[in-house]
């Protein structure tokens, strides 16, 4: 039976409050934060904005594999991951403003954009060629714009397949499926690409060649998580009579096997590291451990350990409550996943700049608070004080990975969880606006 979504007045109202609470949030950040040129503010931005796109990629990546793969039984629920990707291009708009940002500095994200700790940079200035606002601006827009292009396309055909049906060659079907077969690697590759700008290149002397899978897992397991609350909303209030139990528990193990298969490469990533002993990768993790460690150690606990626990028996996978739970649980936990890869790098990429700038300078051209300020100082003043002599007898060293507890940055704070309902409102929201145009 056909069914058309409403995308009711009442739903756009809870919505749309929820993304003035996240502009709202995001505003407190910005001007109340009283941080290094308003790194939590870009942190921030630049978190929620990668973790939604990322989301809208993997559904399309999902929806190609199903294509090419002859599934059958994804079709009853194929409209919302249609829907997801609609998202990309909204992604790639809110990405254009941290691309700007680089070119007229605005924030301190990535140390490979300041010119001057590049030039004194060896390593630096070998990833330079890859490393640049160029590459990162047209990598962005030609990327994305493609991987938007490919989910209009899949979205076209499903919507002409409903309305003209096949023909006995099943043309259109057919042109989904070469359509898959292009974008499936165009866009593995592509996105890794994506991974190592957007988010590795925070820790701009740090790399691992697992990086790329471990991110593009987080995000499906988190694009799975979606879709079954999506599925378990649609149906309390009376769509989707197909979708059976058997269908959410077939996502059930979908969301439990490649939670299992994300910590699978965090086992891997970690261990090789750690196995090596090679300064130049062990670093990431030390800083994490030694300087994070809520966020590392409860990295693991609330991805694997509790989705493991309570998704373990097949019965579990059946009941909406748990799997509803389970859902909520992973979504949040992939996205403290990213909080742990993007904010730890990100201020230790401002404590260099405050360091070898003095304090530099805000978005406004004035300096970061108030008055030009010694390294030392400066340092202090990222850091929220606390350090007796404003670094007076420490070694630069010391001053870059001294650290005193930063909300926002050691745990996400209120600000963090009201900006992410902020974007996750938006996310809804195109979701559901692609969904009240389709049967």
């Not at 994300?262 to 800083?287: A, P």
């Amino acid at each position: 039976m056909n069914q058309k979504f409403v995308f009711e007045a009442k739903q756009k109202t809870v919505l749309g409050g929820l993304m003035i609470l996240g502009a709202v949030c995001m505003l407190l950040t910005y001007f109340m934060g009283g941080d290094y040129a308003h790194m939590r503010f870009w942190t921030n931005y630049l978190h929620n904005t990668v973790f939604f796109l990322g989301i809208g990629f993997l559904a399309t990546f999902v929806m190609a594999c199903k294509i090419l793969a002859y599934s059958g039984w994804h079709t009853t629920f194929k409209r919302i991951i249609e829907a997801i990707t609609m998202y990309l291009p909204i992604g790639l708009a809110l990405l254009s403003v941290v691309i700007v940002g680089i070119f007229l500095h605005w924030h301190h994200l990535y140390h490979w954009a300041d010119a001057e700790a590049v030039a004194n940079d060896e390593l630096l200035q070998a990833k330079a060629p890859f490393l640049n606002k160029w590459w990162y601006t047209l990598g962005s827009f030609i990327i994305v714009g493609m991987w938007a292009a490919f989910a209009y396309g899949f979205r076209r055909l499903s919507l002409r397949e409903d309305k003209e049906g096949n023909d006995e060659n099943f043309t259109l079907h057919r042109k989904s499926r070469v359509l898959a077969a292009f974008f499936l690697p165009l866009g593995g590759f592509s996105s890794a690409a994506m991974i190592w700008l957007w988010i590795m290149s925070i820790d701009a002397h740090w790399y691992s060649t697992m990086f790329a899978w471990y991110t593009t897992a987080s995000w499906l397991v988190s694009c799975i998580a979606i879709i079954i609350l999506m599925i378990i909303y649609l149906k309390s209030k009376g769509y989707l009579d197909v979708v059976t139990n058997e269908h959410v528990h077939d996502l059930g193990k979908y969301l439990f096997g490649f939670s299992v298969f994300w910590t699978y490469l965090w086992f891997s990533q970690y261990m090789l590291i750690w196995y090596s002993n090679v300064g130049e990768e062990t670093v990431y993790f030390r800083e994490r451990i030694r300087d994070y460690p809520v966020l590392f150690y409860g990295n693991l606990i609330i991805n694997f350990v509790l989705p493991f626990l309570i998704l373990m028996r097949n019965e579990t996978k059946r009941k909406f409550g748990t799997i509803g739970f389970a859902s909520v649980l992973v979504l949040f936990g992939h996205w403290f996943d990213f909080f742990n890869m993007i904010k730890p790098g990100a201020l230790l990429a401002a404590k260099e700049h405050a360091m070898h700038h003095g304090g530099g300078h805000d978005a406004g051209g004035h300096d970061a608070h108030g008055s030009l300020i010694e390294n030392g100082e400066a340092y202090a003043q990222l850091t929220g004080g606390g350090h007796e002599g404003h670094g007076e007898g420490m070694s630069h060293g010391d001053l870059i990975h001294a650290t005193d507890f930063q909300m926002g940055f050691d745990i996400p704070g209120l600000l963090e969880i009201g900006t992410m309902l902020g974007f996750g409102a938006l996310f809804v929201w195109v979701v559901f606006s692609a969904l009240a145009k389709a049967n």
